[in-house]
């Protein structure tokens, strides 16, 4: 089972960047669809991106279109989520998860089998 380790969370201003990495061991993601899910304070949990595992191919949420990028090193086993642009709203902690059944079920369905433990994203002047 593949176990995911969040960081680059910090306090940030609005406009400003941050990048976000995914650090996976115990096995290779190449074989798991890895996304990205934020939750603010008082608010459901809510999806942003996914890389898929088959083709690459990338999905976000309407309000992070055009801001932010998600990647995946293989040499590293890691995946990135790259913020431009940010936003009060963008706010939250940020947890990466992944599945084998891929994005279909990371962001499709909602209950990827694997999490991180979440790092905390501030954006405020």
């Known amino acids: 089972q593949v176990q995911l380790v969040e960081s680059g969370g910090a306090l940030v201003r609005p406009g400003e960047s941050l990048r976000l990495s995914c650090a996976a061991s115990g096995a290779n993601l190449d074989f798991y669809g890895v996304g990205w899910f934020r939750q603010a304070p008082g608010k459901e949990r809510e999806r942003v991106s996914c890389i898929s595992r088959s083709d690459g191919s990338e999905w976000y949420t309407d309000t992070v279109k055009g801001r932010f990028t998600i990647s995946k090193d293989y040499r590293k086993n890691t995946v990135f989520l790259q913020m431009n642009s940010l936003k009060p709203e963008d706010t939250g902690v940020y947890y990466c998860?992944?599945?084998?059944?891929?994005?279909?079920?990371?962001?499709?369905?909602?209950?990827?089998?694997?999490w991180g433990q979440g790092t905390l994203v501030t954006v405020s002047s």
């Open positions: 998860a992944a599945d084998l059944g891929g994005c279909a079920v990371v962001v499709g369905r909602g209950d990827p089998a694997v």
